[in-house]
């Protein structure tokens, strides 16, 4: 039987907020901190020719790619027909936009959170931990996770 151990995440006199992206099956969980603004998906300059990014959103007086991603973290050329908000993700000075169908914010006092399990890991995911809300279970990332797995499938 494989044991699971707890991340270590202590309790907070403030609870940290989080928010919760859902990505077709998929609910990824970021800080809060992390995701500056929302935006609807009609503030995104759409283009069709670069390969893994669907358009341009436009922030702090610079235009910064936004990507839409499968439940599977692939990259998708069509925007499906739900995913209508545009998270703009922060990574320290740079930004990226996530098209998302759904964003939830949760506090870390809602949810349980682990390790990913050494049998579940790859080298290149984004995903650093999984999260348990209720009886769902959502993946955890970070900008500089995403960043990161972005880079490295351009």
Same mark, same amino acid.
């Given at each position: 039987m494989?044991?699971?151990l707890?991340?270590g995440?202590?309790e907070p006199?403030?609870?940290?907020?989080?928010?919760?992206l859902? @990505?077709?099956?998929l609910s $990824?969980v $970021?800080p809060?901190? #992390?995701?500056?603004?929302l #935006?609807?998906l *009609? =503030?995104? =300059?759409i283009e069709?020719?670069?390969?893994s990014v669907?358009? &341009?959103?436009?922030? =702090?007086?610079?235009q &910064?790619?936004?990507y839409? /991603?499968?439940?599977? /973290? =692939?990259?998708?050329k069509r925007?499906?027909?739900?995913r209508?908000i545009?998270? /703009?993700?922060a990574?320290?000075s740079?930004?990226?936009?996530?098209?998302?169908?759904?964003?939830?914010? @949760?506090q870390c006092?809602?949810?349980?959170? &682990?390790a990913?399990p #050494?049998?579940?890991r790859? *080298?290149? *995911?984004?995903?650093s931990? $999984?999260?348990l809300?209720g009886?769902?279970?959502?993946?955890?990332?970070t900008?500089a996770? $995403?960043?990161?797995? /972005?880079?490295?499938?351009t």
């Open positions: 494989t044991t699971i707890d991340s995440q202590r006199s403030i609870p940290s907020r989080y928010v919760k859902k @990505l077709d099956a $990824l $970021l809060q901190s #992390e995701i500056p603004r #935006e609807p *009609s =503030d995104v =300059d069709n020719d670069h390969h669907v358009g &341009w959103i436009a922030a =702090d007086g610079q &910064w790619p936004v839409c /991603l499968s439940k599977d /973290l =692939d990259s998708m925007i499906p027909p739900g209508r545009c998270a /703009l993700v990574d320290e740079q930004y990226f936009g996530l098209l998302c169908e759904e964003v939830q914010p @949760l006092t809602e949810f349980k959170q &682990w990913m #050494e049998c579940m790859r *080298s290149a *995911s984004p995903i931990a $999984l999260v809300h009886t769902q279970v959502y993946c955890m990332s900008a996770h $995403l960043t990161a797995y /972005l880079a490295s499938r």
